[in-house]
């Protein structure tokens, strides 16, 4: 069996199991309304055309959404044994880690795309400039999947769920916040502290940039994180 046809079996598996169980609805939910409340709270009364606001937050709901999301994906697998069933069937690590991959990619843009509503509303009421938002989608959904590539490393490394949310929470958060620290960093380390923040190169998309700088860091950034979960996974058989 190819790796595409595993981690499309896995993928088919993992996205059912999320809308089977109360998971998918209460990660939109929550992020729906969270992201609604921000943008909205204070919308309304200055009458600004924008989705600032809300690109502003929605990386910030999304660094604990997500580790919510991935804390099980291998974890709980681990577990329950049922990591050992799988790896029965013709299925490699790479099709496992890819197809639970993308399942959690999945499901975050499920839970973006209602927020379309808010980018009609805004457009609504005044005249927007689409293409900055179009980028930071775009934007987001690329910070999503390294922060969902890092859940999974982190669920890989242990088969408690509260211990790989922490661990996927504080080196997420690390990654984020960097960008916010660039003035207290010594002068020499600047310029790599700040390519290695995934908030600078969000920020960039955010503005409407589009640098293939920053679609190659966030590609390097999971492929890397992917890899380590594939090797990580493969700790079972040492």
Do not use: C
Not at 21 to 35: C, D, K, N, P, Q
Not at 115 to 143: C, E, I, K, Q, S
Not at 195 to 218: E, K, L, P, Q, W
Request: hydrophobic share 55%; glycine share 8%.
């Amino acid at each position: 069996m190819k790796v595409l046809d595993m981690a499309g079996v896995v993928f088919r598996k993992e996205l059912a199991s999320f809308f089977n169980s109360a998971v998918a609805y209460i990660i939109i939910v929550v992020f729906l309304g969270l992201t609604g409340w921000f943008t909205f709270s204070t919308f309304f009364i200055n009458k600004i055309a924008t989705l600032e606001k809300f690109f502003s937050v929605a990386p910030w709901i999304l660094l604990f959404i997500v580790p919510a999301i991935t804390m099980r994906q291998l974890s709980e697998e681990r577990k329950s044994g049922t990591i050992e069933l799988l790896v029965t069937k013709p299925v490699s690590d790479w099709g496992i880690v890819a197809g639970k991959f993308l399942a959690s990619w999945a499901l975050i843009l499920i839970a973006l795309v209602p927020t379309f509503l808010y980018w009609l509303t805004a457009g609504a009421l005044g005249d927007m400039d689409n293409g900055p938002v179009l980028t930071a989608y775009f934007g987001l959904l690329l910070m999503s999947g390294v922060n969902i590539a890092v859940g999974l490393l982190a669920s890989s490394f242990t088969k408690n769920q509260v211990v790989a949310f922490i661990i996927a929470l504080i080196i997420n958060l690390l990654l984020f916040m960097m960008g916010y620290f660039l003035l207290f960093m010594p002068p020499v380390i600047v310029s790599t502290m700040e390519f290695i923040a995934t908030s600078y190169h969000y920020s960039n998309m955010s503005r409407g940039v589009i640098d293939s700088r920053d679609i190659i860091y966030f590609a390097s950034i999971g492929g890397i994180a992917l890899y380590a979960s594939v090797l990580s996974l493969g700790r079972r058989k040492w």
